[in-house]
């Protein structure tokens, strides 16, 4: 009997402390650009998804820089609705 509780209290600490766990956000994505020196990451200052929506229609072009930027997903020109 006194396992069972053991068990039946362990589980609830389990539970208590997982709820209170910070759960951090996934990163967006991995969008990139060619700075002249090869692929680097957007800064996070840009936010991708608000300038480009996603859908298919126009490739994404982003001011990076003073530049304008063709911005890459996972490899792939990002492209927008």
């Not at 396992?3 to 910070?22: D, G, H, P, R």
């Not at 020196?37 to 996603?54: E, F, K, R």
Request: with cysteine; proline share 4%.
């Amino acid at each position: 009997m006194k396992k069972m509780y053991l068990v039946l209290a362990a589980v609830l600490l389990a539970v208590s402390f997982s709820a209170f766990t910070e759960i951090k956000k996934a990163p967006a994505g991995d969008f990139k650009y060619d700075d002249g020196s090869g692929m680097v990451d957007v800064p996070s200052t840009v936010d991708v998804n608000t300038l480009c929506p996603a859908g298919n229609q126009h490739d994404c072009v982003i001011e990076i820089n003073g530049e304008d930027e063709l911005i890459y997903l996972n490899g792939n020109v990002y492209r927008w609705q």
